[in-house]
């Protein structure tokens, strides 16, 4: 991950995927608790995570999700 700024503020204006759809893409899903952990992978039991299939990541330089690829990429490969 890039020192300093998070990927939503380096990529606010991102070609492919601007953080207006990415908002937009939310309010459609309306979810009521952000922290739910169907909402985000992020938030899963490391236990739901732990035979999970094996994974392949292809994240864009100016893509406004890359820290959170990164980072769920890291967890998976923490557990095996």
Same mark, same amino acid.
């Given at each position: 991950?890039?020192?300093?700024?998070?990927?939503? @503020?380096?990529?606010?204006? &991102?070609?492919?995927?601007?953080?207006?759809?990415?908002?937009?893409?939310?309010?459609?899903?309306?979810?009521?608790?952000?922290?739910?952990?169907?909402?985000?992978?992020?938030?899963?039991?490391?236990?739901?995570?732990? $035979?999970?299939?094996?994974?392949?990541?292809?994240? &864009?330089?100016? $893509?406004?999700?890359? $820290?959170? &690829?990164?980072?769920? @990429?890291?967890?998976?490969?923490?557990?095996?």
């Amino acid at each position: 991950m890039a020192e300093g700024k998070s990927s939503y @503020e380096q990529h606010v204006n &991102a070609p492919i995927l601007p953080l207006t759809r990415i908002k937009f893409f939310n309010e459609l899903l309306n979810v009521e608790d952000p922290k739910d952990r169907y909402y985000s992978i992020l938030l899963a039991p490391e236990a739901d995570l732990v $035979d999970w299939p094996s994974t392949h990541f292809l994240v &864009a330089g100016r $893509d406004p999700l890359l $820290d959170e &690829a990164l980072l769920f @990429e890291k967890k998976l490969r923490r557990l095996g």
